[in-house]
């Protein structure tokens, strides 16, 4: 039986926190008798047959859905749209879910003698995946069944051709999806939820849109008035989102939507213990913290990136719900919920993230300046219910190394928006209104995003208004170990250890100000009252 | 350079006598071939493991006290049984050991001197000792300089989780230190009634109400055991004040380094008349605390200058300034102790570049006046 997840109040017999730092780890001692820790609830149990499940989800269909097999003819134009590299995170081990789900509804389909079938990437405006990528995503039988015959796209959000514009929603937001998606007779989406803002209309609304739909709720305002993305009665992105998937559906786009649910197991055995709670290391815990540790200390930044990225998660399928949209994501969210929520009681001064080596963007990749804001104030400031942990004008302590580097390829634009747009200003709503456009419409950007593995143009925007919540909530925000010209640049303070930071937080919300570490991942969502 | 140099004299002493042995014309060396600077140049280049190296991971965690433990082992913890170690055989064992290892040891290694002896002179046993706690010599010292009539009928209230959680652990301080558990988070009934009992016995108690070792030199607020114990059996509780432990073996350290070391005893306190009740405990808390702070400044200055700070109410706080980890160190002490400079670098800046003994003397008064300044200085006002 999995124990919930829980808070520590730290006392003077608590061990050192392991606390996350980019490509690596360290152990941080934090203020007893003001600090607590937060840990996120143990994996569930997962399915013991998810193929099983799997065709019994399609089979009985949630909301007013018929069962798949019964919406699949022949002649029939039907399209399998999937989640992009972005999850989950780290990436499944084979099978992936995405890989289990479409073979059974190829299965259906080859059943009910259905010869158009095309499968699309929802990449939005993220990088194209590349063939390794999709492999372990959909797996090669899919791949090469469908690969060579030009039937296996990404969905390119610049092409004006591929695209349809469907209309307009009442709050006059525009929406326009991928033609071949809304033009099929049936567009089967198979999702992945890894927290509780993925997933039901935002599937299809953002992953096949286009710029001139995206921006209406990727922009400084909807992100200010999410509090949080996870929590869906009050993200505006998500009532955004509602609204465009109503519109699409009125549009006449039948959506039959399968969305699965992970639990919680992050890491591989090896590396255990980092989700494992640091008074109950064993023996052998600490000597592969140790080893780790002292080797990661020994090995050059790349070579650490590669080992990191390489990391496979042992995730295993929780839950399967496939149907009508609306439907299925209520029963996917309160499975997500299970999983992840913690309940905390009252917000703190200081909350102190440790941010790992991977955020949804630098799968495979580089964790830019810009990743790491995005991931602390974007994502785990986020990580809560309620009301954020951190309280209106207190401090954030991030931890990463925050290297000035960047991945040429996947991150182009990002480049430059670093060096041109954030020397200039890091107040989002002058970014969006100098900048965003030149940004989203340049020629250079947008060849590099349909043709090699590059970010959207705009994507590096997308990340700086994702932490606009936190930065308006905020007091201040402090980098531990991070590269002090990148944290200066970001507009955040650095900070060499963490006692310099708390120290330095110190001016903001006074000496004997509370604490609230997020042993984060594994991936949790605080519930604070 | 000393031992750059030994090791070439050493190797040219060597090849010289190999060369002249041939022609057997040469005395032989006569000295042995391990010397203080060989044994200094060894040292140097043997990288001796950091005190931190020492903690967690490199050992078992310790356990939250917000955190249930799994009940994975008998007897241990609070359950520990130390009855054993109050019986003829091991005390007469460890009469033995104290009077002839325990005591010449602390003797060699702490150098005490004992002030305020007069002041509990007149007491009769039993009596519990409350004092402040900065290293693991404190509780060794203080049994090995209080007067005999006390000194082998003494137990020591350890912590349950540090001291009691082996066997191993359990059985070396119960025997050494007559230790009985208690936990250090709060006065549980259970630890409350054990201690109780055995001051009803005829035993007295050693306790250290701060319930840990300092972690950075500065005192830590007092719990409330020591002056409920003393409120609830009514027997007097005596403040000691110890300094120079802390430069002798500091938490966390591996290394014992030989010092200096003063045991204060100060007046005892009693318990009034409501005595059991909630609020004298809590009072008599408030004095204890402040009667160790006073005997920390008498150190420090002199019995008239601490009685009259004591008088009104400006001694001086042993929990030190508030102020962030950095400053806390630096009012310990400006001048750079016998580590002045080494720090671990983490932690919360314990051991950051202090320890010595003169990097004590602002707390707890090695102080100047006896190295020849004022030492009277604390820290700047905040």
Sequence with gaps: ???????????????????????????????????????????????????????????????DSQPLPSLLFPGMKLTIAFDDISLPLPPMRRPDNRQRVIEAVLDMAAHAGVDDVVLICALALHRRMTEAELRHAIGDRVYDAFAPHGLLLQHDAEDPDAMVHLGQTDHGEDVEINRR??????????????????????????????????????????????????DQEKSELHSSNWRMGRLIAAAGVKVFQIETTLNNDTFPSQMAFLQKREWEWSARDRGLYLATERSLAMTPPRAARSIFQSIKAPHQMTGVNAGEVEAVHRATTEMVYRQQLVHVEGQT??????????????????????????????????????????????????SHPTPWAFHPVHHPSYIDFFEEVLADTTDPVEIEKNYEERYATDEWYRHLYRTSHAYHGVHPFYMWYWGAH???????????????????????????????ALEMASDVVGRDATITHLHCPPIMLADVH | MASSGSRRSGAAGRGGVAGRGLSGSVEPLRRLPVTPESLRALRSRVRLPRASSLAFPFTAPSWPGGIDRPPVEKNLGMDYDSEWARRYPARFARVLVQELVSRPLVQAVASPTVDGLDRISHLDEPV???????SHVDAPLILSVIPERWRHRMFVAGAADYFFDTRVKATVFAFLLNAVPIERQRASRESVNRVASLLAEGWSLLIFPEGGRSPDGWAQPHSAGAAWLGARTGRPVVPVYVSGTRDILPKGGNVIRPGRTIVT??????????????????????????????????????????????????????????????RRTWALGRGAGRDGGRGTGRGGGRGTGLSGLSGLSGLSGLSGRRRGGSGTERWPAD
């Design chain 1, 470 to 500: 936190a930065l308006e909530h905020l007091g201040r925000v402090i980098i531990v170990g991070g590269e002090p010209r990148s944290v200066r640049r970001l507009g955040f303070s650095p900070a060499s250890t963490l006692t310099d």
């Design chain 1, 349 to 398: 001064d200081i909350a102190v993230f440790g941010l790992p080596h991977l955020c949804p963007y630098n799968v495979n990749s580089i964790m830019n300046p810009i990743l790491v804001m995005c991931m602390g104030l974007g994502y785990l400031f986020n990580l809560y219910r309620g009301q954020p942990v951190v309280r209106k004008g207190g401090v954030a302590i991030l």
């Design chain 2, 128 to 134: 519990i000792f409350a004092a402040n706690h900065v």
């Design chain 2, 265 to 326: 005893f100060g007046r005892p306190l009693q318990a009034r008349e409501d005595r059991g009740t909630s609020a004298e405990a809590r009072a008599l808390a408030e004095r204890l605390e402040r009667a160790v702070a006073a005997l920390a400044d008498e150190q420090t200055t002199d019995w008239w200058t601490a009685r009259r700070r004591a008088a009104s109410n400006t001694t001086p706080a042993l929990t030190g300034p508030e102020a962030g980890a950095w």
């Design chain 1, 181 to 230: 998606a809304a033009e099929s007779d049936l567009l089967v989406y198979v999702n992945i939820n890894l927290v509780a803002m993925d997933g039901g209309h935002k599937s299809v609304a953002t992953g096949l849109a286009s710029y001139r739909s995206l921006r209406h709720h990727h922009n400084v305002k909807t992100m200010r008035h999410s509090r949080s993305f996870m």
């Design chain 1, 1 to 63: 039986m999995p124990r919930p997840g829980f808070v520590l109040e730290v006392d003077r017999s608590t061990p050192p926190i392991l606390t996350w730092h980019g490509e690596g780890f360290r152990l941080e001692r934090l203020p007893a008798g003001r600090s607590r820790v937060i840990y996120a609830p143990e994996p569930l149990e997962p399915l013991e047959d998810p193929d099983d499940a799997i065709r019994d989800a399609l089979l009985n269909p949630l909301g």
